[in-house]
């Protein structure tokens, strides 16, 4: 199966992702833990990327499609994907659709985890306690929020367009919200 994870910062897509990839075997892409990779490894593209990300703004169309394509190309792909994180703007999902026809390796589904504003802020903040990761802090957050509302948002049409969509509450435990989406996927 492939599908493509939509919501907004912290509202699940990494965590959902991951227990669907055990389940069905499918590999996990998400474009964040990539460029982070990138980051700490301290190459070019990282050292592009690093204040982008920590500001909580995107990373230029180019960059992230140029990592997408080459994590594209490898073996485990072939078994389906779970894209996270991408596409987040309406270009992104263009180019996404372009590469995907090239591949032959269209979209099935598309889940959006959908969470109110106040647990997406519980949620960070606690993350922020924890791990600390460089853009969950407030001002970073205000800027992912709104660049999602304003450029992300879009990309839930684009999905709704091709009928393949599924609405997925994505507030409860997270086995509740799991089996949810599997409802979703059936
Ligand atoms: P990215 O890494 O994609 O971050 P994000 O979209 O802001 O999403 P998060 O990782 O914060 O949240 P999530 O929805 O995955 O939730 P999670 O499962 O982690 O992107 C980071 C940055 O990289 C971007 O801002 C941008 O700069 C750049 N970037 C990435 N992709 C890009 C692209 N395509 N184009 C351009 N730039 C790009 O959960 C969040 C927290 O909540 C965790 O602590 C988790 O344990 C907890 N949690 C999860 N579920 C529950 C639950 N049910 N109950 C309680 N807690 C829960």
Known sequence: MRIVFLGAPGSGKGTQASLLKERLGLAHISTGDLLRAQ???GTELGRAAKEVMARGELVSDAIVLGMLEARMA???VANGYILDGY???SAQAVALD???D???MPVDRAVLLEVE???LLVRIAERARK???ADDNPESLRTRLTVYQEQTAPVIEHYAGKGNLRRVPGIGTVEDIHARIRDALA
Do not use: I, K, Y
């Open 131 to 133: 791990e600390g990761r």
């Open 117 to 119: 504003d106040e647990v």
């Open 102 to 104: 090239r591949l032959g």
């Open 87 to 89: 596409p987040r703007n």
């Open 39 to 41: 980051v700490a490894a």
């Open 98 to 100: 372009a590469l995907l």
């Open 74 to 76: 490898e073996p485990d």
